[in-house]
């Protein structure tokens, strides 16, 4: 229900009694703007800025109601100057729906005022690292590489910028999404793919900027956060049930060659490590720069490098360990499909008509034009024919987040405006070439880049490239940022890179890192290692006896926990519940709204890993319940309780009256 | 895509180059026919004839085209004698629906005939139990009383005839759905509850009659049958996953009071029995008739027969044993709930505004009007406090077949076109009564009743009442053929009665039939046992502790194959793959499209009961890939098989190629 109320000159909208906008002459809702972009790309970091020539604040208001066919809709129309620009609000399968009019010239940019109170809290806005509430600060939505350190007071985000242009910010994502979720219980959609800024710093209101007029913005209230969480998905897609294969141990990162990799691999067995698959991303070859290992981008298997691959795929398999491998939306300049792909007229191209070439750092590569429909069905068949064929179960979908803005595609829209829905292409790709070869159940893929349709699209995320390091903003505590935002935008499929993967500028991992982030790992959907760009530099799964031993004991636990898991991705996929879920969820109060260092596995398991170097202990507050101990078995009330945790013991507890408490108190 | 074809005076429709419709004036698409009903019902087993008064072909066709809005419309008209009938088709999400005229006067009778072939399969129409492929039969559709014995050559069902009326027919069913799959890889859907027959007996058209024009007729054609089959539940509504509960043991059903109950689960407990849950049917106890023990209909705890109940019933759930009850959409006169809903005028009526009163067989009760908001908001909140408010974590969701046609109702719709539509209203209370409760992973409902509106609203079908004993038609065979029929139908998720229920005119559960129930149960979403109508006649799982022995292993077996169970709920929930599948789903040949004796446990397993009493061995065709005996661990290659079948070693395979095939390998 819209209804309106005006007084002392303000005019407010509520929807289901919920006030959301509010108009005034001196705070209007509407403001154009006429700005012009500088846009400048360093290897997939982007530095945008926008000159602001004008700018009109729209005072005046004229509202008006009409109903046809059943339907009411509302009109706002707002003008300054003799230039008008309107809203129409209605009401469609019980969310708000906002209609706009096209901007008046010579306007460019839509500033759209939300009503907002002081006390509100927000989430979402796809993957952020370093902030899970957003409120106070702004948050320009642009898929790049999430940067080095992403802090500018840290020495590593400054020695990145300087070196490499590559320290990244607060805000730098993979995967933004122009979907927020108010500590008032509702969601806002806007259906754009153009450069946004959500700006939730001002005390009365959410600024949001769209440098594209959306399609519609949506805006959905509901009795509780849980509800407002799963009305996304149900907006915007649910992700599937995974390949049952994944729960039944660790997907272990390795490289180098068949025999390196059977030797590892029965390193960890003869330990009775449970190993679900072998991820192998140099199946396609390798190439070496100065940035450390890289892999050779052309999706066939090197047979110098693995030989017999083809043979080991299948008895491993058999095992029940799966082989996986790694693609992107790249192909490497003068090797063979790149020559088909040219020949075939699928790449990005410059104005001038030649193949557009990104530099990925000392060799470049052309972009697969997914706007093209033959292009899209021939990638399909390159993943169908040579990494289904080839036996692979699962890949890295990798990259997506790059697409340069000048770069001229086949559909002849702007790239400014496909920039942002590249990633959500690239995993369609993905997800029909998987379908439509029949193996849905089967085959895993998982991606670092995304955008609103990867809710539908995407069957796994992972949180992309962490340091190696303990850092919030880019070390293992912000996977878990990362993870409640991703579920506060209706995504609920996360994982990471155990041990993290950035390795430079002196940084190495440590293997107290790496035990600590398999404990975290231990209670997501998934478990899978990486070797980080300079393995070398790295503690590695298998660099001494004590640490095999760990990845033994927390894959056990995973697989253990098999039945639990599998219920939360289906709920995930039937209901839209998050697998991994800030507390607020479950227990709406104000003081979880903030918490970014603890979470909800599911309803019953409530999870604190140690994020600190050298802490052998947490600080958790547990809500309202009774909590007992996972490894410990002791009980815990609510409230706030200091938690040993050495290693191998993560604060990890379940609730008492939990469905799944007798699987959980057996665990030994 | 629709297309016409006109040839030797035949108008042939074909819809994405399937041939469905065909018209000549010797044998119309359409006939009109005027008749009148008699509608004779004795405790839900209906008697309904039809008189013809006149017929009409409508021999001429006039066929127009349009395009409006994007979207092409075809419009076939037929006339005779100058009255007109038309139908319009179109196309919408990658369906034909078909959209008719309403019927001129005096006709009520609306007869189309659909092209068909002479070797084709048809499959669906709800739950049939005696049938699986439905060709060569006409199918009235029409939900009533299943009928004892179902089949008028044998004894039990004239005894059951001749003592009850209660012996039943081949298409009686609790469960009847306007919906068929047809071997030519489409389904037809018919958007109506008005009494229909669908006669599938003529070789060149199946011929559907409908007592009320259906709002649209939906037809689909997919690649191959499981699509089809998927596309079912994707229009109609897909299931819900279950709660993670109902896989970590049996449901035992069992009466008598709370010491009673308790002493059996501690017997079945010594003896290391995994026990989920008690399924106690007389919690609001019970009252005697002829027919034997039957229960008392106001649904609130009886503290007489059940003292204490209230306090072992979280006792138990700490123990991990649900406590299940009953209720059924009847309320027992002259008790609470009926004297509440009379003050509240939430009952059926007959027309001359008394209360409707329901013969069920030495006692009476009042319909709860579910055509009325009041009534169902009452209801719900009978649920919700009586049941849930008391501890229950399931029940029996029973009846809803018995809507008498000449009752007055709130809504003032005829109930001869509301009769099919109750189960799906009375399914739908129980669903929203669990999720307005928050409860929905927590409790667990089933019905035997069903309609088109069970796909999206009935969590879990159980195959009703069948007879104690190994006859066809209605007794262990049938709950394999009812599951397939549903499985054909959209409703993935279904189970029976092990050993059955009931024991009438000398039937006597065998101690062979309830372990061979035991073994066909323990391969479906769901183990639940039951007394039947007179427990003191039957074996049950405790007679002897060779039983007990027996139903703790196939419970074991049960419980072991939790993930692999669990991960084709989810499916059914996401993908619409039933649960129990006929074999073609994944074998698409002519030889599997009459098998009802053996069927597919989700993709990996092949489940081949013995359905026959004092053998020892089956004979199973398994389809083109190797299989491995579930227990011997012997291989078998595609092709026909005698396997030796002892008790408790029933004849199951795994394909070798399994994701699971590591856990059915090490099954012990």
Chains 1, 2 share one sequence.
């Not at 093209?372 to 040579?386: M, N, P, Q």
């Not at 975290?520 to 004590?546: C, I, V, Y």
């Not at 098999?562 to 709920?571: F, G």
Request: net charge negative; with cysteine; charged share 20%.
């Amino acid at each position: 229900m819209i209804s309106f109320s005006k007084q002392n000159g303000k005019l407010s909208v509520f929807y289901n009694q919920l006030k959301i906008l509010e108009h005034s002459e001196i705070c209007p809702l509407v403001t154009l703007k006429e700005g012009k972009e500088s846009v400048d790309m360093y290897r997939g970091n982007y530095f945008i800025e926008d000159e602001t020539l004008s700018t009109l604040s729209l005072g005046s208001y004229l509202l008006s109601e009409s109903y046809s066919e059943g339907r009411g809709v509302s009109t706002l129309t707002f003008s300054a100057q003799g230039l008008a620009f309107s809203i129409e609000l209605s009401e469609r399968e019980g969310r708000l729906h906002l209609c706009f009019s096209s901007l008046p010239k010579p306007y460019n940019r839509l500033v759209l005022r939300l009503f907002a109170t002081e006390d509100e809290y927000v989430w979402g806005c796809g993957e952020q690292f370093s902030h899970f509430n957003l409120r106070g600060k702004n948050f320009p939505l642009w898929t790049q590489e999430q940067g080095v350190g992403r802090n500018k007071q840290t020495e590593i985000t400054q020695i990145a910028d300087r070196l490499d242009r590559a320290g990244g910010d607060y805000h730098t994502t993979f995967y933004p999404q122009p979907t927020f979720v108010s500590s008032r219980r509702y969601f806002v959609h806007a259906d754009t793919y153009g450069y946004a800024n959500f700006d939730f710093s001002l005390p009365t209101c959410h600024q949001l900027e769209f440098w594209d007029v959306p399609a519609t913005l949506t805006l959905s209230v509901k009795p509780s956060l849980l509800e407002v969480v799963q009305d996304i998905s149900l907006l915007l897609g649910r992700q599937q049930i995974l390949p049952p294969w994944v729960y039944d141990g660790i997907i272990l990162g390795m490289q180098g060659g068949t025999s390196t990799c059977l030797k590892k691999l029965e390193v960890m067995q003869s330990s009775c490590v449970k190993v679900a698959g072998l991820w192998i991303q140099d199946w396609e070859g390798e190439r070496y720069t100065s940035f450390g290992k890289r892999l050779r981008w052309n999706w066939q298997w090197d047979d110098e490098l693995y030989p017999g691959l083809d043979t080991e795929i299948v008895r491993l398999k058999q095992q029940g360990v799966r082989v996986l491998g790694y693609i992107n939306p790249y192909v490497l300049a003068d090797h063979p499909l790149y020559e088909e792909a040219l020949r075939l007229d699928l790449l990005g191209k410059r104005c001038d008509g030649s193949v557009y070439l990104v530099d990925f750092g000392e060799f470049d590569a052309a972009i697969v034009d997914f706007t093209k429909a033959e292009a899209v069905a021939w990638y399909k068949r390159v993943i169908t024919d040579e990494l289904i064929g080839f036996g692979l179960c699962g890949w890295m979908a990798d990259f997506g987040e790059y697409l340069p803005t000048d770069v001229v595609l086949a559909n002849q829209r702007p790239a400014m405006l496909e920039h942002n829905a590249w990633p959500g292409y690239w995993a369609k790709v993905n997800k029909d070439a998987i379908q439509e070869s029949g193996k849905s159940d089967e085959i895993l893929f998982f991606m670092r880049a995304g955008s609103q349709q990867s809710l539908a699209s995407c069957q796994m995320m992972w949180a992309g490239d962490q340091n190696v390091d303990w850092s919030e903003d880019d070390g293992l505590p912000s996977v878990i940022t990362s993870a409640l935002s991703l579920a506060m935008s209706g995504m609920g499929l996360h994982h990471s890179d155990i041990g993290g993967y950035t390795t430079l500028y002196g940084m190495k991992r440590s293997k107290e890192l790496l035990i600590r982030w398999a404990e975290q790992a231990a209670f997501t959907a998934l478990m899978r290692t990486h070797e980080g760009n300079r393995p070398k530099d790295n503690w590695q799964f298998d660099s001494d006896q004590e640490t095999i031993a760990a990845i033994k004991r927390m894959t056990d636990i995973h697989v253990y926990l098999k039945p639990y898991l599998m219920h939360l991705v289906a709920q995930n996929a039937q209901q839209g519940r998050p697998v991994i879920r800030p507390l607020f969820l479950h227990y709406e109060q104000e003081r979880f709204f903030g918490v970014k260092d603890s979470y909800l596995l599911g309803r019953d398991l409530l999870v604190a890993p140690v994020l600190e170097e050298g802490s052998n202990s947490v600080v958790v507050t547990l809500p309202d319940d009774v909590w007992v101990h996972l490894f410990t078995k002791v009980e815990y009330q609510g409230g706030t309780h200091c938690i040993d945790a050495p290693l191998l013991c993560p604060a990890v507890f379940y609730r008492k009256e939990s469905d799944f408490a007798s699987l959980f108190a057996s665990l030994q």
